[in-house]
DNA sequence: ACTCGAATCTAGCACCGCTAGACATCCGAG
DNA sequence: CTCGGATGTCTAGCGGTGCTAGATTCGAGT
């Protein structure tokens, strides 16, 4: 009988996702600090062990949540396309900001809670490759001489450098295009 | 009679500052999250409503830490001058990112939890002034027609990506020299 | 219908930031 | 020299956290 089996495993795939759901929903409205393990149980309607059937613990939980928000963004960055007399570089570092500026709480877990996603030699997430991937693409156009993943990693750096300034209110909040401007301008080379 | 009232001040400064070396101390050991309000009260051989006589909670000594590290980053880049043949920016940019690699948990406490600092219209810590000064040198010899204060936020920006995506291990860290220069000859400008 | 294993929950551990109230200690007036 | 009072410090505890052992409930196969 595999029928049983089946719908007993997909039933638990849909609680998995819905404890990730959950998590990602109460992380944006209220912030990482009210995610607890007992107001996400409540959330999600069952108590705080079946957390830790579905995931090795909290961390476990956010990681997950992290690696589909890599997915959204590479999506939303994918999605991007020039405007008119716009550059792809600027679409796509605009789709980045945009992508910090509303959705923090995911950009936290994402990029700056030190979640411990594999980045190195390990097996590194799809999502995250296609994020990078996105990253790349919208450098390539200016790269000219230079190391295409050596300038794209220095791309990211001045976007999420930007993005995290702007969101500990360290950077002047009017002044936000010329910002983005002087640094497509630097980045796009003589 | 003045002198005891001194003295009692003066001790008291005294276990304020040892208070804020002790976080500093136990952070840099093992960790922001190594840090409560027990083993520092242990640390300092005293009881934990001591450390609440001088500040107002745990975030009030993590400010203190981190304001005075500021201190300490302004007096590393005031300190570092270009070798032979090295431009200002990039001794600046060196020393900015060596003080971020060897100071993992001040640079944390300074930059990337969110201590609220008053950065805005509020009185801004005079140590974070100097810091943010020191860029601002550092920027003015290349700035050319640019807007000096926005370029600095953007080399700034650049700076902080890079020290918490490699703290992250979200870098390559070899190829660690070539994204330094890929991102100065762009910010030197044409 | 009953048994037995799997799924789920209750209750609790050790720890966290923080604080009220008991206690000690020391200063200055009588 | 004593003693009242202020000052400083500590003990003990509150409500919260992440996590888990053991009890309990539930449902499938014989």
Known sequence: MVTIQNRRERERAERHQLIIDAARELAEAEGWEAVTTRRLAEKVEYSQPVLYSHFKGKDAIVRAVAIQGCG????????ARPEQGESRLKAAAEAYLEFAAKRPALYDAMFVQQVDIPFGTDEVPQELRDAFGELVAAVGPVAGERDL???TEVFWSSLHGIATLTHGHRLRPDHHEARLDLMLSALQGP
Do not use: F, I, W, Y
């Open 149 to 151: 993943e050596t300038l």
């Open 72 to 79: 959204e963004l590479a999506r939303l960055m994918r999605k």
